[in-house]
């Protein structure tokens, strides 16, 4: 039989360690939602300028803008 029964006063509890208590506070708010917008027009702005940050770097490697004293081979 390839089922093994294991006695429940056998297994242990979680782990105690530092890492766990320094990320415990992390989690004390898990499914707690921010009421109205929260951070999302913070994250939106984040994206935006990220956005351009890569249309700069694909223009660059496109020399579409060139630069003085940089040379792309």
Known sequence: MATQIVKSG????P??????????????EYGKIAPGWGTTP????TMVLFAIFLFIILEIYN???????ISMN
Request: aromatic share 0%.
């Open 63 to 69: 020399s579409s803008v060139l630069l003085d004293g």
């Open 10 to 13: 056998s297994k242990s509890g």
């Open 42 to 45: 913070s994250m939106g702005v």
């Open 15 to 28: 782990r105690r360690t530092n890492v766990r208590i320094l990320l415990k506070p992390l989690n004390l």
